[in-house]
């Protein structure tokens, strides 16, 4: 195997791996518009880091919950309805033949996501690609959203690699950054943003898809 490719890959979840569609639908069925679902999303992750930079710990839940409160007349209960449809997310098309490419190459794979526990397990399992992965991990075990470089070197850590033999994979360009400046080998492709965030230093790879983007870090 050409050794300059990573040991491991891991996937952010959110987005990245599993389509967020039923989490629209469900605000739909609550009242809501579909097209606040990105407000709301990006409102969570605001949220859930500028806590942890804070030194305040906030579970994604806690987090999701408290942007609907300040972006939406819903209740409770039904807060709680739309969050709970996390649990029925499934993996988008292309996910199932990533994984797989990677995992026939030898490449260990794993999901690193700052996602409350059991989200991405139900996900991979509906979309029956749980064998292709090694492991789940959330940094709610550690306490650290991602972007933090704590997230990032525990997810190393718990994979028995050093930072520079793993490679983080995300939609998200947050994501790649925090990745890249713990010492991973990050990968962007795009899903809900157009193109790399152009304020941000080029990661090792952009590519056009996630098949792209798989296929790059195979290359290095």
Known sequence: MN?????????????TLLDLSPVAAALVEAGEPAHLLPVVFGRTLHTGT??????????FRAAFESALAQLT????????????????LTPHPDVEPALRRLTTAGVRV??????????AEAGLERGGVTPLVERTLTSETV?????????????????????ER??????????????????????????AERVYPPAFPAPAVVAGDLAGAVDA???L
Do not use: I
């Open 143 to 163: 306490r650290a959203w991602k972007p933090s470089r704590e997230a990032y070197l525990w997810a190393a850590g718990v994979c028995d690699v050093t930072p």
């Open 50 to 59: 500028a806590a942890t930079v804070a030194g305040v710990w906030l579970p």
């Open 217 to 219: 870090l195979l290359a």
């Open 110 to 119: 794993v999901t690193l996501s700052h996602g409350s526990p059991g989200v």
């Open 3 to 15: 050794q300059q490719w990573p040991d491991v890959v891991a996937f952010d979840v959110n987005e």
């Open 73 to 88: 007349d819903l209740s409770d209960a039904e807060r709680a309805r739309v969050a709970d449809t996390f649990l029925e």
């Open 166 to 191: 793993m490679a983080l994979v995300a939609a998200h360009g947050w994501d790649v950054l925090g990745a890249e400046r713990a010492g991973l080998t990050g990968a962007w492709f795009p899903r």
